[in-house]
């Protein structure tokens, strides 16, 4: 399962709608146009939100967590929860078959794109997202969990790194460059990108 993940406001939105443009993201998602963002998987999210807030009954055990998960059947998911703390470890035991396509940007910008977007709700500290991020990637790096890392806002205009790193993760993915361009074409509108 290829899972697109990252700080927020770093692009994961984009990827998850150009993948939806190829027909390659198989489950009904919310779509926020006053972010210009969403498509997380609904499923995990919830998930990942009682994980990390434990704020969902049906999820309060551990049993429940651990069914929730195995029962995602999706070959590509986004979900930027996966940072949050404990999300991943409690992941790891149940699937084997996790992939990661990182979405990363300057951790003072993340913040700066909450604000803008008026979503305070979500902010953190430079440090925090560091550290967040820091746990994440060794806890991929010693479980042999493959991931690939893409940079907001150069991925704006690099398509050629973006597909690659897809395909790196997904090498029997049918995914075609040139058709895949013409639809990254279509959903990259520089316009919308939350600086």
Not at 96 to 108: A, E, N, Q, T
Request: proline share 4%; glycine share 4%.
């Amino acid at each position: 399962m290829l899972i697109i993940t990252g700080t927020g406001r770093s692009g994961t939105s984009l990827i998850a709608l150009w993948l939806k443009e190829c027909g390659l993201l198989n489950y009904d998602s919310e779509w926020v146009d006053q972010f210009d963002a969403g498509l997380d998987n609904p499923e995990s999210s919830r998930i990942n939100k009682a994980i990390w807030q434990g704020s969902d009954p049906y999820y309060y055990s551990a049993e429940a967590k651990t069914k929730g998960i195995s029962l995602i059947d999706y070959p590509i998911i986004k979900d930027t929860n996966f940072f949050s703390k404990h999300v991943l470890q409690t992941w790891l035991p149940v699937r084997k078959d996790m992939k990661f396509l990182i979405c990363l940007r300057k951790f003072g910008s993340v913040n700066k794109s909450w604000s803008r977007t008026k979503q305070l709700i979500r902010l953190r500290t430079p440090e925090q997202h560091e550290s967040d991020f820091g746990k994440f990637i060794s806890t991929c790096i010693f479980n042999n969990v493959e991931f690939e890392i893409i940079c907001f806002p150069e991925l704006i205009d690099n398509y050629k790194n973006v597909y690659t790193a897809v395909k790196n993760l997904v090498p029997d993915l049918e995914l075609d460059f040139e058709q895949a361009k013409i639809a990254w074409e279509k959903v990259c509108e520089k316009n919308k990108v939350h600086f």
